[in-house]
């Protein structure tokens, strides 16, 4: 791997660890309707966009506008990786070992913002019934759904990384065109 990918790579996984950290802290401490705000979890997903997007910029930049597709790729993906990585072990932590209710508390706060929304666009009542029901089943925080959780989020990161990639490349040339 590209040096230069791979340390802008792993800062901006850092990065994006932390701000998730961060959020999940604040959540935690001052007000845990935070974990089941939906649109705070779509600002981050923009503001991990943005960040991973950089990567990719700096990447080129740093490069006198050259960028291949995997390297493009790679730094795009690699922070997410990182993030995930820290964040599932932070995620544990926090849901199994320092506060282990903290899921159905959440879980209870998701029920109730869910309901409240569905009933504020008219939703008939038995698709309100159905959906808390299918809340109710989950535990979204298990340790296994962590895992398959961050799992998917890494295809996801993958794919946009390779759209976006698609857009951003462009190859050095082979050749250099200028005559002495």
Excluded: C
Aim: proline fraction near 3%.
């Amino acid at each position: 791997m590209n040096p230069l990918v791979k340390q802008i790579g792993i800062k901006n996984g850092l990065i994006l660890a932390s701000i998730s950290i961060g959020y999940y802290l604040i959540a935690y401490l001052f007000d845990e309707n935070l974990f089941a705000n939906f649109l705070i979890g779509i600002g981050l997903w923009v503001v991990f966009f943005i960040i991973l997007l950089l990567g990719v910029f700096s990447v080129k930049k740093a490069q006198d506008g050259f960028v291949s597709f995997r390297d493009a790729v790679s730094v795009f993906t690699l922070p997410w990786i990182v993030n995930v990585a820290i964040s599932i072990v932070f995620t544990i932590l926090l849901f199994h070992v320092i506060d282990p209710d903290l899921a159905g508390r959440v879980q209870e706060l998701t029920l109730e913002k869910t309901a409240g929304m569905m009933e504020k666009f008219g939703a008939p009542q038995e698709a309100i019934d159905k959906a808390i029901e299918d809340i109710q089943d989950q535990d979204n925080y298990s340790v296994g759904k962590i895992f398959l959780g961050n799992l998917t989020s890494i295809v996801f990161a993958l794919v946009v990384g390779l759209i976006v990639a698609a857009f951003t490349k462009k190859e050095k040339p082979v050749f250099d065109n200028t005559v002495d």
